[in-house]
């Protein structure tokens, strides 16, 4: 008797551009998907849609998870929606951000810190980390050891405050509170960039 592989994480990169406060930068984003090798959960609609389908293959897309709501975390998330047929969900607090690219358009499920979104025999824990956005929210996915965490905190330190809806000390707080519970083994898998570990950006923020 067969049995279906478990949950894993497959991942892309995906090119485009991120606009905000009258400057336009080009940027590389990390896609990733989780699920198993039937059904998945996208983080982040970034750039192409053919190109986070490619990652996401065959399988269901159960929903479209929104780290925040900058225009290169969900430019296309409207698009992969129609074509998925899946639900975009979003901290409510990055409306104003949402507006900016999504101006006629919603979301569809707000997110809550400490929802627990289910998908390929694992589960999604919703950490809201505010700072880099004011909805910002990192994805802790225990049972893998993993933690997705947008543009919160990278390899190096924590994500860029220095533009609208964004504030240092939030961010920073948010890290050492919400992150660095978790376990120093974690992998940190980022909106950008290479992956870290939470033991590794404790000694970075010190």
Known sequence: MSTSPGPRVDHGVVAGTFSLDGETFDVDNNVWVVGDDSECVVIDAPHDVDAILAVVGDRTVKAIVC????DDHVRVAPALRERVGAPIFLHPADKP?????HAD?????DLTDGQRIPVGG??????????????????YVADLG?????DTLF??????????????????????????ALPDETV?????GADTTIGAEKANLG
């Open 67 to 70: 780290t925040h709501a900058h």
């Open 97 to 101: 951000l949402w507006e900016l690219t």
């Open 105 to 109: 358009e919603l979301w569809d499920v």
């Open 122 to 139: 694992t589960t999604l824990e919703v950490l809201h980390t505010p700072g880099h956005a004011p909805g910002a929210v990192c994805l």
């Open 146 to 150: 993993v933690v997705f965490t947008g």
């Open 155 to 180: 390899e190096g330190g924590p994500g860029a405050t220095g533009r609208s809806y964004s504030d240092r000390p939030t961010i920073e707080d948010s890290i050492r509170t919400r992150l660095f």
């Open 188 to 192: 940190v898998h980022t909106g950008h």
